[in-house]
């Protein structure tokens, strides 16, 4: 079994950053993908980043490329969101994610979830 358990979000005023963390347990965690999702109130739970087991592949959403990196350390189990230039659009509360196989985009394709860390961003 996987444990997912995100840290991170807070208030933030437009423009700055933050960097979010997942925490991951299981023997098995470091061949699984990962991934960041984020549910807006009153909106669908939408793709944000995605790296594989190896880190050799990372996938960004349009919405934020070039303003967020996803990155993994593998000797701690950890999967990292730094998030720079935050816009108020930005506010959501950011769920970590992990499946097997290659990454992916697809929310319904990642197995395990976290409780998620709410990210609010002021103008």
């Known amino acids: 079994q996987v444990q997912l358990v995100e840290s991170g979000g807070g208030l933030v005023q437009a423009g700055g950053s933050l960097r979010l963390s997942c925490a991951a347990s299981?023997?098995?965690?470091?061949?699984?993908?990962m991934g960041w999702f984020r549910q807006a109130p009153g909106k669908e739970r939408e793709f944000v980043a995605a790296?594989?087991?190896?880190?050799?592949?990372?996938n960004h959403a349009d919405s934020v490329t070039g303003r967020f990196t996803i990155s993994r350390g593998t000797a701690k189990n950890t999967v990292y969101l730094q998030m720079n230039s935050l816009k108020p659009e930005d506010t959501a509360v950011y769920y970590c994610?992990?499946?097997?196989?290659?990454?992916?985009?697809?929310?319904?394709?990642?197995?395990?979830w976290g409780q998620g860390t709410q990210v609010t961003v002021s103008s």
């Open positions: 994610a992990a499946k097997t196989g290659v990454v992916s985009t697809t929310r319904n394709e990642y197995v395990y």
């Open positions: 299981g023997r098995t965690f470091v061949t699984y993908a």
């Open positions: 790296v594989s087991w190896d880190a050799f592949t990372t």
